[in-house]
């Protein structure tokens, strides 16, 4: 088969379209012709290098966020059937330990992510546990599928499994434009909350309202005035800021007393400084959201296919055309995901 192999650290020179094998089902797996794989920032961090996930390996196949077709089932598989359409959860556990009994796979020591330090999606075709392909309705396009997988989790988990967002909430979504938050824009939305999107340009600040924010900030000036203006002096119910350093002191001066601030990221820097007295006189809370868990992952996507909510994709394209285009570290100004089509 075809696929976008990873042979060194680097530029886009360091993956090449290769011929390699195709996959073989496990007992409990099955072979599914991919459909379409979206472009994570992983991706990106790991082809640049050094690999990000314990086991990371060259050669390496990425591509975490898949939807396809299922092809080949294992021996032992009954829960799906060659021509499923399916859409892939990434995260595999052992199975047996207590993380992975209690559905916390993404802290099992054994974890292995499929495009991370296994196998993935920039291939024609990708084996994996035949629990991990889960149903696609028909009135839902593949390449709409493989945009949900990670982005979703992780916002379904921040928004309502630790954010608790309600409708009585406000809540300050930073990076609006992200793919992350153009879910939990939507997820918020849904529980009736009132929307604050913050955003570095009016192109992503547009996208964020055509999702339903209500009020529209601009990152690049004082977010705490207008986010009070907006609550009528109270402040922000909930902030869900995977930004990290660069939006920190602004993320918890918009907050209302007792509000919670959810941490789910750092892209633009893991340390920070903070005022004991602020936190603890103010009540504020500091809510840590990391690796989503098998629940998460079901219930959004039954939320996601029971309609309403939808995501953006910024572009589609081969494997050919996938680092050399998208792959300069630019594509954080794109709003949307890039799917890539074997
Ligand atoms: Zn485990």
Known sequence: MRALVQTAF???EAVAVQRVPEPEPGPHDVVVRVAACALNRLDLLQR???GMLPGFSLPHIAGMDIAGHVVATGASVTSRAVGDRVVIDPTVGCGSCAHCLAGERGHCAALRVIGGNAPGGYAEFVAVPAGLA????????LVEAAALPTPWSTA???????GEVGPDDCVVVQAAASSVSIAAIQLAKRA???VVAVASTDEKLAAAAGLGADLLLRGDAPISGPVRDFTGGRGADVVLDH???ATWQRSLDCLRIGGRLVMFGNTTGDEVSLSLANVYHRGLRLLGSGAYTADD???MLDT???GGLRTLVAAECGFEDLHPTFGRGDSRSLVGRVLVRP
């Open 10 to 12: 680097g530029g886009p």
């Open 48 to 50: 640049r290098g050094p």
């Open 134 to 141: 889960h149903p696609v309705p028909d009135h839902v396009g």
């Open 156 to 162: 379904w988990q921040a928004t309502y499994r630790v």
């Open 192 to 194: 009736g909350a009132r």
């Open 243 to 245: 930004v990290g350093a």
């Open 297 to 299: 992952f079901s219930l």
């Open 304 to 306: 996601y296919f029971s």
